[in-house]
C-alpha cells in the first residue's frame, strides 16, 4: 500500500511528534510505501508582519499545504492520508486536497482541538467543557482559552465554527482515530459521526524489555506545568518524607516547583529536567511506580504505557483516558485528581506492599504485550486503513 502521511509539527516537541514517527516506521518496516508532507511551526518565526496577520486566516484554510498536498497525491497516487496534526500551518484544506483526488483519509484525534479551542478541556484550573457541541465556541473567546488571548482564541473558534457550518468534518474525512473509548464519547458528543470515529491507542516500539527487580524510587514524566499535577505531586510529596521521587522533563512551573522544594527543605524529591528517550526507559525501569498526576482530559499519555511495557504500575489521576488506560487495582491505583492527601495515601499503601507492586508490574507488562505493542496495533490501523477506503469507495462508486 502507498500511504501519504501528514504532519504539523509544534515548536516544543511532543507525544504526537512521537507517534507520527512511530507510526511512520511501522509502516515502512511492514513494506508499506509512505510518503511524506511535513509542516513545523517553527516556519512562523521567519513569517514577515503581513504573513502573521494572515495567519488566521491560512488556520481555516492554508492555500499552500493545500496546493502541495494535492501535488504529492497526484503524483504518488497513495492508497490512502493518514493526517495527525495539521495546525495550524496544514490546516482542513489538506483534506480536501486529498478528498478532490478520491483519496480516502484518516485523522488521528491526538487531542480535543475540534471541539474545544485551547484542545484539552481545561481552563482556570479545572475541566471545562462549555465549548463542548456548540456550533460556535463562544465561551472559548469570552475566556481568552488559548493562550490567554481573545484574539487568537477567536481564530481558533473561526475554524472551528466555519468547518462546522460546511459539513467539513463529516464530508471530507473517510475515518478517523481516536485513542480511547473516553475521547470517542466525547468526540460523538460534540457531532463526530459515530460511524466514523474508531478507537486504537498509542503503542510502544521497540520494546524497551521487562525491567529487573522492583526499583528504588518513585517518577514522574511530563511537562512541568500545573494543569499536568505538578503543585498537587509536590504538596503530596510534602507527607512522603522517605519515599524519593525523581522528576523528568521541564516547562512553566519549574521555576515555582524549585523554590517549593527548597521552602519545604525536601531531600527527597529531584528535578533532572529533560532527558532524552533512551535515559528515560532506564530511568523507567529503575523506578518501584510512575505517578501521573494530570488534571486534564489526556489524549494518550505514552509514559503511562512506556511504564507498562517495562513492567512498572502506575499511579493516576481518576480523569478521562488516564483512568481507562490504568486498570484500577491491575495495572496500578487510581486517585482523586488535585487531591494531594488522596495521591499520597495511595503511594505509600502501594509502596509499603513489594508483592503488590510485583503483581501488577506483571499485569502492565502482560497488557503492554496484549493491547501496546507494535504488531497489535499494526494490525488495529490497517483494519482503521480498510474501513476509510471502502467509506471512499462506496462515496465515488
Known sequence: MRILLVHNYYQQPGGEDTVFRAERTLL??????????????????????????????RTIRAADSYRDIRELAASHRPHLAHFHNTFPLVSPAGWQACRELGVPTVQTLHNYRLLCPNAVFHRNGRVCEDCLGRAVPWPGIVHGCYRGSRV??????????????????????????????????????????????????NFVDPDPGYREGTGTYALFVGRVSEEKGLSTLLSAWARLSDIPL???????????AVERLKRSGSRVVEFLGRRPRSEVMELLKGARLLVFPSELYEGFPMALVEAFACGVPVIASRLGGSAEIVDDGRTGLLFEPGNAENLAEVVASLWAEPDALARMGRDARALYREKYSAEKNYQKLMNIYEKAMR?????SG
Open 152 to 201: 487568537q482564541s477567536a481564530t481558533i473558534a473561526a475554524m472551528l465554527a466555519t468547518h462546522r457550518l460546511r459539513g467539513t468534518y463529516r464530508r471530507e474525512v473517510s475515518a478517523y482515530i481516536a485513542l480511547t473509548e473516553f475521547a470517542r464519547t466525547k468526540f460523538i458528543d460534540g457531532g463526530i459521526p459515530e460511524d466514523l470515529i474508531s478507537v486504537k491507542p
Open 391 to 395: 467509506r471512499r469507495a462506496g462515496e
Open 246 to 256: 525523581r522528576i523528568v522533563g521541564d516547562g512553566p512551573f519549574m521555576e515555582e
Open 28 to 57: 515502512e518496516d511492514a513494506g508499506h510505501e509512505v510518503v511524506v508532507y511535513e509542516r513545523h511551526n517553527s516556519e512562523i518565526e521567519a513569517y514577515t508582519r503581513a504573513q502573521r496577520l494572515r495567519l488566521a486566516k
